[in-house]
């Protein structure tokens, strides 16, 4: 079975959201609706999703800014730019913010769908093409696996190999329980002079760096009397 992909859909108008909502979960996608841009910026900084749909139109905050703001965060993440409006002005407006694709309203839905499909598509090989950096990403937090640097909300950090190591092996079980052991031996190798407090320390650091609260944990979990897991999306 394959995993649902994430869909956050920016969307004030109630009745094209249901609409919108429920063709995208009659197609297997898992969607998140917020009808304003603040709600939908937030929801960003807290969760991964594979694509946005993101209405031109909104209160508040509204798409081209939005658009510009997860552009400045995230170079990748796929924008479907919905508009009321089918001017040319506004669709190269939507395009120079960022945004991957643009329908007018009121749009054909086989071909909405078909347009989330191809972006989708598009963005899954792009991490593996070589010039593409291999990112991870939780909660607001992206680390590069091969320059080893780390964008968090507290700023940008250098990763040591010896973290590096430990997230990797975190971030091959999204999860899953690793025991102190398993943790000790795949990071330290057999050094029998390795203390198990340096894997609590290196935990305490790991929490310091990534979690908004690192007195309450929510992605570098222990689990009493087995060792560590690592959550990328808490519940
Ligand atoms: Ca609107």
């Known amino acids: 079975m394959t995993e649902k992909k994430p869909i956050l859909l920016v969307e004030?108008?109630?009745?094209?959201?249901?609409?919108l909502i429920y063709?995208?979960?009659?197609?297997?996608?898992?969607?998140?609706?917020?009808?304003?841009g603040e709600k939908a910026l937030n929801h960003l900084q807290e969760s991964n999703c594979a694509l946005v749909i993101l209405d031109r139109m909104l209160?508040?905050?509204?798409?081209?800014?939005?658009?510009r703001q997860i552009r400045q965060q995230d170079k990748q993440l796929p924008i479907l730019m919905l508009t009321a409006r089918g001017d040319e002005e506004d669709r190269i407006a939507g395009l120079s913010e960022g945004a991957d694709d643009y329908l007018s309203k009121p749009f054909n839905l086989k071909e909405f769908l078909l347009r989330v499909g191809?972006?989708?598509?598009?963005?899954?090989?792009?991490?593996?093409a070589e010039h593409q950096p291999k990112l991870v990403r939780f909660g607001a937090n992206r680390i590069d696996l091969e320059t080893h640097q780390a964008q968090t909300p507290k700023g940008q950090l250098q990763l040591t190999e010896l973290e590096m190591k430990m997230l990797s092996l975190f971030f091959d079980h999204p999860g899953k329980v690793l025991s102190r052991g398993t943790l000790l031996q795949?990071?330290?190798?057999?050094?029998?002079?390795?203390?198990?407090?340096?894997?609590?320390n290196f935990i305490v650091r790991l929490r310091k760096?990534?979690?908004v609260d690192p007195s309450t944990p929510k992605h570098f979990l222990t689990v009493r009397g087995r060792g560590y897991r690592f959550v990328s999306k808490p519940e």
């Not at 004030?12 to 609409?19: M, N, S, T, Y």
């Not at 795949?186 to 609590?200: A, F």
Request: aromatic share 8%.
């Open 12 to 19: 004030d108008e109630p009745h094209i959201a249901q609409g």
């Open 23 to 36: 063709n995208l979960q009659e197609e297997g996608y898992l969607v998140t609706h917020v009808e304003s």
């Open 59 to 67: 209160p508040g905050i509204d798409g081209l800014e939005v658009c």
């Open 118 to 128: 191809a972006l989708l598509r598009r963005s899954n090989w792009q991490p593996t």
């Open 186 to 200: 795949t990071v330290w190798g057999m050094d029998p002079d390795t203390e198990t407090r340096t894997l609590d």
């Open 209 to 211: 760096y990534f979690e």
